[in-house]
């Protein structure tokens, strides 16, 4: 299935010549002249993979938009194509995670180098929550003592030290150990290190992906 990308303006005219250029992409597009139309369109929202944005439509805006989105826990990666506007709006668009506040006109080159790259990072970022995702259920399974062993074990404590700490027994420790080491699917200590580093490294970046009953 291609990737989706919808252009939510006005500008009849602007949005006609967008899809042209838009046309050297293996994509899918949807255009809508409004915000209510695309937020009353479950398809886009669901499947869309990045949205181009003005800023300067009338009525509920690109800004406000891109709020709505982002309130919804949209995923889409969100670009900004406008008419002239203040250098606030631009500001407002990019610390709210646009990832180009572009003025028309422009080159058809650049548009469509951007929705590239909105479309890879989409991609990119699909593939980081997944694996957050089946970290999070290795994580989860792990009971109250089982996620103390770990815990201690990546701080590097050997199970006799672990024993003394947690005030059980070693054999009770290594049994704790191995279900531990099977629920988090490492067969060995350098492949738990590397999927507890990993898990605390992806979900640092992506902290909406990251539950928070499985933090360590």
Do not use: Y
């Amino acid at each position: 299935m291609r990737d989706l990308v919808c252009v939510v303006d006005d500008d009849e005219a602007s949005t006609r010549a967008l899809t042209t250029m838009l046309r050297s992409l293996t994509v899918e597009v949807l255009v809508f002249g409004s915000a209510g139309a695309l937020l009353q369109h479950r398809d886009a929202l669901t499947r869309s993979a990045c949205f181009i944005l003005s800023a300067t439509m009338r009525g509920v805006g690109g800004l406000m938009l891109q709020e709505s989105l982002s309130a919804i826990g949209n995923r889409a990666v969100v670009l900004f194509l406008s008419g002239p506007c203040e250098v606030a709006q631009a500001v407002q668009a990019l610390r709210a995670g646009a990832i180009d506040f572009m003025i028309k006109p422009v080159a058809a080159e650049r548009l469509c180098q951007r929705v590239a790259d909105a479309l890879a990072l989409f991609h990119a970022q699909r593939v980081r929550r997944a694996r957050i995702h089946a970290l999070n259920e290795c994580l989860a399974g792990l009971s109250g003592r089982e996620r103390q062993v770990l815990e201690l074990v990546m701080d590097g404590r050997q199970n006799t030290r672990i024993a003394v700490e947690l005030g059980i027994s070693a054999k009770t420790v290594e049994q704790h150990r191995a279900r531990m080491m099977a629920k988090m699917k490492a067969a060995s200590l350098a492949e738990l290190v590397v999927r507890v580093t990993e898990w605390r490294l992806l979900s640092s970046s992506m902290p909406d992906a990251a539950s928070a009953h499985t933090r360590i």
